[in-house]
């Protein structure tokens, strides 16, 4: 079982920053890699990005590529998101995930935290 909590959400004005945490505990060893998506009211959840925990390798949704970071601090089970220059259509619920595989698809992920919000005003 691994336990996932976001911390760092909160209100922002468009073109802001805001870095997200996600700390995870449990049996983190059997985690691959680790991912945000985000779910806005009335709209699926969508992939942010994700990261190989081996590695740091990353993958990013089109549409925050070049604003967004995902990083990990692997010795504390902790992944980051950096989000800069931050627009209105970010406003959504950001999940921290974690599964078996590096991908954009929610049913590779196994576990998911609380979610944290995420408002971006204009």
């Known amino acids: 079982q691994v336990q996932l909590v976001e911390s760092g959400g909160g209100l922002v004005q468009a073109g802001g920053s805001l870095r997200l945490s996600c700390a995870a505990s449990?049996?983190?060893?059997?985690?691959?890699?680790m991912g945000w998506f985000r779910q806005a009211p009335g709209q699926e959840r969508e992939f942010v990005a994700a990261i190989r925990r081996s590695d740091g390798s990353t993958y990013y949704a089109h549409s925050v590529k070049g604003r967004f970071t995902i990083s990990r601090d692997n010795a504390k089970n902790t992944v980051y998101l950096e989000m800069n220059s931050l627009k209105p259509e970010d406003t959504a619920v950001y999940y921290c995930?974690?599964?078996?595989?590096?991908?954009?698809?929610?049913?590779?992920?196994?576990?998911w935290g609380q979610g944290t919000q995420v408002t971006v005003s204009s």
């Open positions: 995930a974690a599964g078996s595989s590096m991908s954009g698809r929610k049913y590779d992920y196994d576990y």
């Open positions: 449990g049996r983190t060893f059997s985690t691959y890699a």
